[in-house]
Protein backbone atom coordinates (compact mmCIF):
# COMPACT_ATOMS: atom_id res chain seq x y z
CA UNK A 1 0.00 0.00 0.00
CA UNK A 2 1.37 3.19 -0.50
CA UNK A 3 0.93 6.09 2.28
CA UNK A 4 -1.60 8.45 1.99
CA UNK A 5 -0.98 11.38 -0.27
CA UNK A 6 -1.62 14.79 -0.06
CA UNK A 7 -4.16 16.12 -1.63
CA UNK A 8 -3.70 18.52 -4.85
CA UNK A 9 -5.91 21.24 -5.58
CA UNK A 10 -7.26 20.97 -9.51
CA UNK A 11 -5.24 24.91 -10.49
CA UNK A 12 -2.31 23.79 -9.61
CA UNK A 13 -2.75 20.17 -11.13
CA UNK A 14 -3.40 21.61 -14.38
CA UNK A 15 -0.83 24.25 -14.10
CA UNK A 16 1.68 21.28 -13.59
CA UNK A 17 0.43 18.95 -16.27
CA UNK A 18 0.87 22.08 -18.58
CA UNK A 19 4.58 22.67 -17.69
CA UNK A 20 4.73 18.59 -18.05
CA UNK A 21 3.27 18.74 -21.31
CA UNK A 22 1.12 16.53 -20.51
CA UNK A 23 3.62 13.27 -20.25
CA UNK A 24 6.22 11.66 -17.85
CA UNK A 25 8.93 13.12 -16.96
CA UNK A 26 11.11 10.51 -16.77
CA UNK A 27 10.28 8.05 -19.52
CA UNK A 28 8.58 10.69 -22.08
CA UNK A 29 5.79 8.68 -22.90
CA UNK A 30 2.45 11.05 -23.55
CA UNK A 31 -1.16 10.53 -21.56
CA UNK A 32 -2.25 9.77 -25.36
CA UNK A 33 -0.01 6.45 -24.98
CA UNK A 34 -1.11 5.85 -21.64
CA UNK A 35 -5.01 5.80 -22.56
CA UNK A 36 -4.97 7.48 -18.88
CA UNK A 37 -4.38 10.60 -16.84
CA UNK A 38 -0.27 10.87 -15.44
CA UNK A 39 0.58 10.78 -11.64
CA UNK A 40 1.83 13.97 -9.89
CA UNK A 41 5.08 13.07 -9.27
CA UNK A 42 6.48 14.27 -5.54
CA UNK A 43 10.04 14.57 -6.86
CA UNK A 44 11.39 15.08 -3.19
CA UNK A 45 8.77 11.99 -2.02
CA UNK A 46 6.81 13.25 0.85
CA UNK A 47 8.18 9.96 2.94
CA UNK A 48 11.40 12.10 2.34
CA UNK A 49 9.69 15.51 3.66
CA UNK A 50 8.87 16.74 -0.42
CA UNK A 51 6.04 19.29 -0.22
CA UNK A 52 3.00 19.88 -2.24
CA UNK A 53 4.18 22.42 -3.99
CA UNK A 54 4.99 23.37 -7.85
CA UNK A 55 8.34 23.24 -7.37
CA UNK A 56 8.08 19.46 -6.23
CA UNK A 57 5.81 18.25 -8.33
CA UNK A 58 5.85 17.18 -12.22
CA UNK A 59 3.73 14.34 -14.18
CA UNK A 60 5.10 11.10 -14.29
CA UNK A 61 3.63 7.62 -15.31
CA UNK A 62 2.02 5.08 -13.35
CA UNK A 63 5.14 2.94 -14.16
CA UNK A 64 8.00 5.24 -13.19
CA UNK A 65 5.82 6.85 -9.90
CA UNK A 66 6.05 3.16 -8.74
CA UNK A 67 9.28 2.07 -9.20
CA UNK A 68 10.45 4.98 -7.84
CA UNK A 69 8.69 4.74 -4.91
CA UNK A 70 10.28 6.93 -1.67
CA UNK A 71 14.04 6.69 -3.75
CA UNK A 72 15.39 10.11 -3.50
CA UNK A 73 19.10 8.94 -4.55
CA UNK A 74 20.52 5.54 -6.23
CA UNK A 75 23.74 3.82 -7.59
CA UNK A 76 24.89 4.89 -10.82
CA UNK A 77 26.16 1.52 -12.16
CA UNK A 78 29.24 2.48 -13.93
CA UNK A 79 31.27 4.61 -10.77
CA UNK A 80 29.27 3.02 -8.01
CA UNK A 81 28.50 6.55 -6.74
CA UNK A 82 25.20 7.24 -5.05
CA UNK A 83 23.84 10.11 -7.12
CA UNK A 84 20.36 11.79 -6.66
CA UNK A 85 18.09 10.71 -9.55
CA UNK A 86 16.58 12.70 -12.21
CA UNK A 87 14.73 16.13 -11.22
CA UNK A 88 12.49 16.45 -14.10
CA UNK A 89 11.76 19.79 -13.44
CA UNK A 90 14.56 21.52 -12.94
CA UNK A 91 17.59 19.22 -15.23
CA UNK A 92 17.01 18.82 -19.15
CA UNK A 93 16.26 15.40 -20.30
CA UNK A 94 18.45 15.26 -23.53
CA UNK A 95 21.36 15.97 -21.06
CA UNK A 96 21.03 12.85 -18.84
CA UNK A 97 18.97 10.24 -21.20
CA UNK A 98 19.02 9.30 -24.82
CA UNK A 99 17.28 6.70 -26.67
CA UNK A 100 18.66 3.91 -28.29
CA UNK A 101 19.35 3.60 -32.02
CA UNK A 102 15.95 1.07 -32.19
CA UNK A 103 14.37 3.45 -30.06
CA UNK A 104 13.21 0.97 -27.44
CA UNK A 105 15.93 1.73 -24.33
CA UNK A 106 16.57 5.06 -22.83
CA UNK A 107 20.09 5.55 -22.42
CA UNK A 108 21.73 7.03 -19.47
CA UNK A 109 24.34 9.44 -20.01
CA UNK A 110 25.22 10.85 -16.84
CA UNK A 111 25.29 9.30 -13.36
CA UNK A 112 22.44 10.67 -12.58
CA UNK A 113 21.00 9.33 -15.94
CA UNK A 114 22.42 5.88 -15.35
CA UNK A 115 21.11 5.52 -11.76
CA UNK A 116 17.39 6.80 -12.76
CA UNK A 117 17.37 4.22 -15.81
CA UNK A 118 18.00 1.16 -12.95
CA UNK A 119 15.79 2.67 -9.90
CA UNK A 120 12.85 3.14 -12.23
CA UNK A 121 13.34 -0.11 -13.93
CA UNK A 122 13.26 2.11 -17.63
CA UNK A 123 14.24 -0.49 -19.83
CA UNK A 124 12.38 -3.73 -18.05
CA UNK A 125 11.19 -5.89 -20.52
CA UNK A 126 7.71 -5.37 -20.48
CA UNK A 127 7.88 -1.35 -21.42
CA UNK A 128 10.73 -2.35 -24.16
CA UNK A 129 8.00 -4.65 -25.64
CA UNK A 130 5.81 -2.06 -25.54
CA UNK A 131 7.81 0.75 -26.70
CA UNK A 132 8.70 -1.96 -29.91
CA UNK A 133 5.47 -1.79 -31.23
CA UNK A 134 5.04 2.22 -30.73
CA UNK A 135 7.99 1.93 -33.16
CA UNK A 136 7.04 -0.04 -35.47
CA UNK A 137 3.39 2.06 -35.62
CA UNK A 138 5.55 5.42 -36.52
CA UNK A 139 4.61 6.87 -33.11
CA UNK A 140 7.98 6.29 -31.11
CA UNK A 141 10.74 7.55 -29.98
CA UNK A 142 8.94 11.07 -29.14
CA UNK A 143 10.77 13.89 -31.42
CA UNK A 144 11.94 16.65 -28.49
ZN1 LIG B 1 7.28 7.15 -17.14
Not at 87 to 112: K, M, V, Y
Amino acid sequence: MSPAKSHVPAALRKRVAQQSRYRCGYCLRSEELMGMTMTLDHIIPEAAGGLTVQENLWLACRRCNEFKGTQTHAYDPQTGDRVALFNPRWQAWNEHFAWSGDGTEILGLTACGRATVIALQMNNSEIVVTRRLWVSAGWWPPQE
